[in-house]
């Protein structure tokens, strides 16, 4: 089979001036596509900023033969996204892909979490998503046609200890590529997300020696093909690490059903209600009232 290129794609990452964005961008790039490496050049907890990150990204690029421009605007903010996407259009004049990377840490228990360390977790990773996504959308609509691959997080999927801010953040990516993937059907546009494991400034402490078994450039494979025109999914989320691929779903169980419940029937019944055997994992919320009408009837 043909090897999988982007000639002729504009494609956008954030956060791309190290980690997994600097993969996602060098590896698109290497195919072919024409990318806009934005990074603000910030701490890890979103302190600052630095020119010098996406520039050597766009430098090792454009050496390499590939093309591409810096951008140092925020997706934290809806001017910020806006501009981001109209650096694409005018230099590139279109956009076909968008990769939803960028992200910060404040980590802290709940009991010690504060309203401003919410708020710039969600500022950059939920709302930067939507910030960026929002005005591509516009363009990909118009084309019909687009890509857009968000990063969750198993933090998010699954709950992770100090970490509300960042998994209820990542949690939301999943309702928004899921919400996205409906809206965009008709419209030839994907959304899809990836929940990575690599070795990272975000996660070198956590990871510590087993990082240099999940390299961030193994992660960029799945997002390189989930950005593709040939990608056949919508609304699914990818677990990536070291090499290895998964799938994340939400999967629903036959459950109890009483039209006369009671709580004592939740109680007594909790154990079949909890039940993952005949589960389905609907690719909708049609497909989960289908289901209760069946039951209903």
């Not at 516009?138 to 969750?152: A, D, F, K, P, Q």
């Not at 070198?204 to 087993?210: A, D, F, K, P, V």
């Amino acid at each position: 089979m043909a090897d999988i290129g982007f000639d002729g794609r504009v494609a956008i990452v954030t956060g791309a001036g190290g980690g997994l964005g600097r993969e996602h961008a060098l590896l698109l790039a290497s195919r072919g596509a024409r990318v806009v490496v934005n990074d603000v050049g910030g701490s890890v907890s979103g302190e600052g900023g630095d020119a010098g990150p996406a520039q050597r990204v766009v430098d090792e690029i454009n050496a390499a033969g590939g093309e591409a421009v810096p951008d140092t605007n925020s997706v934290a903010t809806p001017d910020g996204g806006a501009a981001i996407v109209a650096n694409a259009l005018e230099h590139f004049g279109q956009v076909d892909i968008v990769v939803n990377n960028a992200g910060i840490l404040r980590d802290k228990s709940f009991q010690n979490m504060s309203p401003d360390m919410l708020e710039a977790v969600l500022d950059v990773h939920l709302k930067g998503a939507f910030y960026v996504s929002r005005p591509a959308w516009v363009h990909m609509r118009e084309r019909s046609y687009g890509r857009i691959v968000n990063t969750s997080s198993n933090s998010g999927i699954l709950g992770n200890f100090g970490q509300s801010n960042y998994g209820a953040a990542k949690m939301g990516l999943v309702g928004l590529t899921r919400v996205l993937a409906v809206e965009g059907a008709k419209h030839n546009i994907k959304v899809n997300a990836i929940a990575p494991v690599a070795l990272t400034r975000m996660t070198e402490e956590i990871l510590g020696s087993m990082g240099e078994k999940i390299k961030p450039g193994l992660v960029s494979p799945v997002v390189a093909y989930l950005a593709h025109e040939d990608c056949p999914v919508t609304g699914e989320v990818y677990s990536a690490a070291g090499g290895r691929i998964a799938r994340f779903f939400v999967g629903l169980t036959p459950g109890y059903y009483n039209p006369s419940l009671t709580v004592e029937d939740v109680r007594d019944h909790f154990a079949e209600i909890r039940a993952e055997d005949g589960y389905i994992v609907p690719a909708s919320n049609s497909d989960e009232i289908s289901l209760l009408l069946k039951q209903l009837r």
